[in-house]
């Protein structure tokens, strides 16, 4: 089985308002009885649409003006995530997607496919890591923030200055999927 742990950084709170401006991924594979890390991918998009929230700017850090000058247009970037994907799967597998607070994540990337007509190599289905965390940890939604699990987890203290850079967050949110898969397996 291939996860890809996905974290977005976007201009405001949803789809199609506000833009998706960044896409990060790290893949947690299963190897014998535990999973590891594997590889990451980052990719920053130009807008497309008028909303842009200032607090939402200043969260993610990613200046509006140079994303529209450099980034990649979106259906291109769509379609670089697709193709990593197939890249990180075997022939008829399907990449699960996994996100910490997935339904953010996965109502940009569904609609930017379905924006652009192309298909989702994660169809409707998903992981939500703070879900999972409920579930295995036996704990509250109130306590599955990822301050809260990079302590009952044992995990690195997350780096402030690149919390929100959707890089970053999803290797992050790889650790906690780790954790949380291989939880028994820890004592």
Known sequence: MVYICLDCEASGPIPPIYNLLSIGCTV?????????????????LK??????????????????????RDGLEPREAMQRLTEWCRS????????VFVGHNAVFDWAYISYYYEHFELKN???YKGID?????????????????????????????????QVHRADYDAHYQALILQA????????
Not at 50 to 65: I, K, Q, R, S, T
Not at 88 to 95: A, E, G, M, V, W
Not at 134 to 156: A, D, N
């Open 47 to 68: 807008p497309i649409f008028p909303g842009f929230l200032p607090e939402a700017m200043e969260v993610c850090g990613l200046d509006a003006d140079m994303l529209t």
């Open 88 to 95: 990180q799967t075997k022939r008829n597998d399907r990449p």
């Open 129 to 161: 890591t703070k879900s999972l965390a409920m579930g295995v940890l036996g704990i509250p939604w109130t306590e599955t923030s990822k301050e809260s699990l990079e302590k009952r987890l044992g995990l690195p203290k997350q780096d402030p200055a």
């Open 180 to 187: 949380l898969l291989d939880h028994d397996r820890r004592g």
């Open 28 to 44: 947690v594979r299963s190897q014998g009885d535990t999973h590891v890390l594997g590889d990451s991918m980052y990719l920053e």
């Open 121 to 123: 190599p994660f169809g």
